[in-house]
């Protein structure tokens, strides 16, 4: 059986860092972000006895090594929840991005909750997002909170019933613009995460994480745009700060980085305009104003020397019509 399904990447706002799990990915705390739109992945999955073995497929790529193992975690605890006789054939999975990847802007959170998506229903499972988000983490945790899309909460626990995602009613989307700031310096998420608790700042984020979820929250539902990107802000600094503490130094931000940070800071300090900046683990910005500022917003990026775009806030994965199929 065939299904091809979309999903759209993440920009984390209270971002996870580190894994209690590295096969479930049970992460050490909650996290909440936002979907991204119009980027996305198209993935489309195949059970067939046509296939000689399990195939996948990225932006016409055959993956194996690590990635492949990424990939098969997820189609495996697909199968492991399905009664449906196919799933015992190979599958072929075939994925496209519209977007950089491995640059800091959640192509990973798009991917495997897209496949995770189309997985579900190809595998012939009854199932809800939030239990769908459950086989999107064992590829990424931050995909768990891309198949519910929008403005999304991963809650931290050692099974599937409580570690899983769901929605966080806000009318923010309306006003939202993200304009992005490509800095292309690829970057591995995966490392930073199996050494993060090994930083002697890990302990100190982990005390303080817990009352940024509640205020976060308690912003989006109150539709409180300083409030949630202020934290935003903050959060990814604490991040960072966990990241290059680590025992391999990570630095990911590039001196493009750097000056889009001083540029939205002067925005907002020397001219009043409602604007924040937001880094994943990478050196791309996000860069989150509202609409009544974005043009202007766009402009001073771009002058540092970047490439930019301007995206929305995306909703949940979807299946797609026949006529989507990528292959």
Not at 116 to 123: F, I, N, P, R
Not at 242 to 255: A, D, I, K, R
């Amino acid at each position: 059986m065939k299904a091809t399904a979309m999903a759209h990447p993440i920009q984390g706002l209270v971002k996870y860092h580190g894994m209690r799990d590295d096969i479930e990915r049970l992460p050490y705390h909650d996290s909440i972000s936002v979907c991204t739109a119009p980027s996305h992945t198209r993935t489309t999955v195949e059970f067939s006895m046509d296939h000689d073995e399990d195939t996948f497929v990225v932006d016409g790529e055959e993956l194996d090594g690590r990635a492949y193992e990424r990939v098969e975690a997820v189609v495996e605890k697909a199968r492991s929840k399905s009664d449906a006789a196919h799933t015992v054939y190979p599958v072929r999975l075939e994925s496209e991005n519209s977007f950089p990847t491995n640059v800091g802007l959640g192509s990973s959170s798009s991917g495997f909750a897209a496949a995770a998506m189309a997985l579900a229903e190809a595998a012939e499972l009854d199932a809800s997002k939030g239990e769908i988000s459950t086989i999107a983490r064992v590829g990424s945790a931050s995909a768990a909170r891309a198949v519910t899309g929008a403005f999304s909460h991963l809650r931290t626990g050692m099974n599937d019933e409580d570690c899983r995602s769901e929605r966080i009613p806000s009318n923010l989307h309306e006003d939202l613009k993200i304009i992005v700031g490509l800095v292309p310096y690829h970057k591995d998420t995966d490392d930073a995460h199996r050494e993060a608790a090994d930083s002697h700042m890990f302990q100190a984020r982990n005390a303080h994480i817990h009352e940024q979820i509640a205020k976060m929250r308690d912003s989006l539902r109150n539709d409180d745009f300083e409030g949630v990107f202020e934290r935003a802000e903050h959060d990814s600094l604490s991040l960072a700060a966990t990241t290059m503490t680590g025992p391999s130094g990570w630095v990911y931000w590039q001196p493009a980085t750097l000056a889009i940070f001083n540029k939205v800071r002067e925005l907002r300090e020397e001219e009043d305009i409602p604007v924040y900046f937001s880094t994943d683990t990478g050196a791309s910005v996000y860069v989150n104003t509202t609409e009544e500022h974005a043009e202007e917003v766009e402009e001073a990026v771009a002058d540092c020397g970047v490439s930019t775009t301007v995206w929305d806030v995306g909703g949940p994965a979807r299946l797609l019509d026949e006529d989507d199929h990528l292959f």
